[in-house]
């Protein structure tokens, strides 16, 4: 790992996705925009304080962005510039700001100015071939989390695509290690997923890791006997209480071109475990609501949930300084 250290900076779109006009992004239930000023990338709340409107129905010029309604124009810092039509002094109003910057090809903000630098991903700014993935679903970032970082749901929700094609499994060592703001497990003894995206892309194994970041961001490492094969790492938010975003990018070596080749094959097929997942989170929500919010229980091959959760909470996860170690069969 390049670094595991606690970060506030949260992605929530590409570089390129970010050109001349605002975009608008929820978290946590409020919604911002994003521009770009003179400042560079700016983020503000999405909404003018003359009459509410939101400013990312606006459009920027100059570096400034101007309300749709009655045209007010703001800069970077929020400060108001212009309201077209008055004269004298304008109305002494600002925005406040986000945090907002630019890092290996994405765009992160931050509730508040954050001394630690953006992690876009594993293999960000080495030279590899990536793809970004979308997806929305009705779910909490603990869930959503877990989903990813499961193992063992590849059998059923993704037989034969990730896992499944032979009923083979292989056993299985685990080490899982955590400290402030991550935890990861390591597995060992799985020669490859037996699924379709695992034989088109992913070649030999020799271990595979799955992390949790905080605020929000889920990696999956797949070694080959002497470089790194595939890393995906998915850049989740909370928009609503019960509606997750992801930003997901896929990396791998080049290849003399075959990771073009890996990478075009990627994202339908990762679309449909996608569309896999998104059914049986937003069916268990359902659930979970109709029967009264039972409390989940904890199997013996839950390893990430509990350090998850703890993470999300501001708390050290529980393998920290004690790292845990088990068997299982993938």
């Known amino acids: 790992m390049k670094e595991k250290s606690p970060s506030a900076w949260i992605a929530v779109c590409t570089s390129a996705e970010l050109k001349g006009r605002p975009r608008r992004f929820v978290l946590d239930g409020r919604a911002i925009v994003i521009f770009r000023s003179d400042y560079g990338i700016s983020a503000l709340p999405d909404i003018c304080p003359h009459r509410s409107a939101p400013l990312s129905e606006g459009r920027v010029i100059d570096g400034k962005i101007q309300c749709p309604y009655h045209g007010w124009q703001f800069d970077g810092t929020g400060r108001c ?28 903000v931050s509730a508040a100015p954050s001394s630690t630098s953006p992690y876009a991903g594993r293999l960000a700014g080495e030279d590899v071939v990536s793809a970004v993935v979308r997806s ?30 032979s009923a083979r499994r292989h ?12 935890v990861e497990a390591r597995y060992e003894g799985e020669p490859r997923q037996d699924g379709l995206i695992s034989r088109l892309l992913e070649g030999g194994r020799g271990v595979s890791i799955g992390r949790f970041m905080a605020p929000g961001i889920a990696e999956i490492e797949f070694w080959g006997a002497k470089r790194m094969n595939l890393v995906t790492t998915f850049h989740l938010r909370q928009e609503t209480p019960m509606e997750v975003s992801g930003l997901g990018i896929l990396c791998g070596p080049r290849d003399h071109g075959l990771g073009h080749l890996r990478a075009a094959l990627f994202q339908p097929l990762f679309g449909i475990a996608l569309a ?10 359902q659930n979970r609501t109709m029967f009264g919010n039972p409390k989940p229980v904890i199997g013996p ?11 999300l909470n501001g708390k050290l996860p529980p393998v920290a300084g004690s790292p845990a170690r088990i068997e299982m069969e993938l």
């Open 81 to 108: 510039r212009e309201v077209p039509g008055a004269i004298g002094d304008l109305p002494r109003v600002r925005i406040p700001a986000l945090a907002a910057c630019e890092s290996q090809g994405l765009v992160f």
């Open 136 to 165: 929305r679903t009705h779910s909490t970032i603990l869930d959503v989390a877990e989903n990813i970082l499961d193992a063992t749901h590849t059998h059923f929700i993704h037989k034969g695509l990730l896992r499944g094609l």
């Open 171 to 182: 056993r299985v060592h685990v080490e899982i290690t955590g400290g402030e703001g991550w």
């Open 276 to 285: 896999q997942d998104r059914h049986i989170l937003h069916a268990a929500s």
């Open 301 to 311: 091959l839950d390893i990430l949930r509990a350090s998850i959760n703890a993470i």
